[in-house]
């Protein structure tokens, strides 16, 4: 198993054979596309791909339960905002009253649709980030030319957030191993618990980025004076070819955003007119 920014991936992984530019060029193209698409149907399609990308990248799908109740969590702020929170429209279509409350189609609407507009963005965040290393990222930068100083420093905060996460992990082991558990605890105790978690994790924060500093010291590198300006060679593209199949993936990513567009703007394709599902829930809604 190879070790990822948030995961694992076993070392004959399909996704090793793709280079690191195409992964984020995929993330930062197909991130935009729930952008441009109104119906949720086909965002949920969207949502469905990438889980067959992540399943065709042999990761472990047990992972997505940690994003189930941030899903939900997501999920009840919005319709909390829109529905609950909306305030009156005469004009709108009342489908009932909640506690008084008056719930309209059309905030039921547009909720839904603003969630299936964040959920795919999330989903290729994690498809990302369980199939990317520090090196795929800095690979990635690099070929697009992109300084040192911000590939260095973009790379340190997606290694700095998985390694939160690993220490955090530890620390709550340490606890456990001395027989503190939260479990049949009170929410407000365990929230109590969770801030004061901060302190340890703020400390092994501040070690780390001073080990990171000597290190990079160490190793001659500066972001200021004259070794700044020095030309280094990047010796880590040499480990990484860019082979016609990224060149062909590149292409259809590009190609399948450019369709987006036309079919968007051009013919009106993935609007809220032409959805299929909207339809379907309002005539639900409104015959109750």
Request: avoid cysteine; hydrophobic fraction near 55%; proline fraction near 5%.
């Amino acid at each position: 198993m190879n070790k990822t920014l948030l995961g694992y991936v076993p070392e004959r992984s399909p996704i090793y054979a793709i280079h690191p530019f195409v992964k984020l060029f995929f993330l930062l193209v197909a991130s935009l596309f729930p952008l441009f698409i109104s119906a949720p149907e086909w965002n949920f399609g969207l949502i469905i791909f990438v889980l067959l990308l992540m399943l065709y990248s042999r990761i472990d799908m047990r992972i997505m339960r940690i994003y189930v109740p941030v899903a939900i969590s997501m999920a009840s702020i919005i319709f909390l905002a829109y529905v609950v929170l909306g305030g009156l429209h005469p004009e709108f279509t009342e489908i009932g009253r909640l506690l008084g409350i008056r719930v309209y189609w059309e905030r039921i609407r547009d909720a839904i649709v603003v969630y299936f507009r964040i959920l795919p963005m999330i989903v290729m965040m994690v498809f990302f980030l369980n199939t990317s290393r520090e090196r795929d990222v800095i690979v990635a930068m690099r070929t697009l030319r992109i300084p040192f100083v911000v590939t260095y420093v973009f790379a340190m905060s997606l290694r700095a957030a998985g390694m939160v996460i690993e220490d955090f992990g530890i620390v709550r082991q340490a606890e456990q191993a001395r027989g503190f558990d939260t479990h049949g605890k009170s929410l407000p105790y365990r929230l109590r618990k969770y801030v004061m978690y901060m302190i340890p994790l703020f400390a092994l924060s501040l070690r780390r980025s001073e080990e990171f500093s000597n290190a990079l010291v160490a190793r001659g590198f500066a972001f200021t004076g004259p070794a700044s300006k020095t030309r280094r060679a990047d010796f880590i593209l040499t480990h990484y070819r860019f082979t016609g199949l990224d060149a062909v993936l590149t292409a259809l990513i590009g190609l399948a955003f450019a369709a987006l567009l036309v079919l968007r703007f051009g013919f009106g394709w993935f609007t809220l007119d032409r959805s299929v599902f909207l339809p379907w829930l309002e005539n639900l809604l409104l015959r109750r």
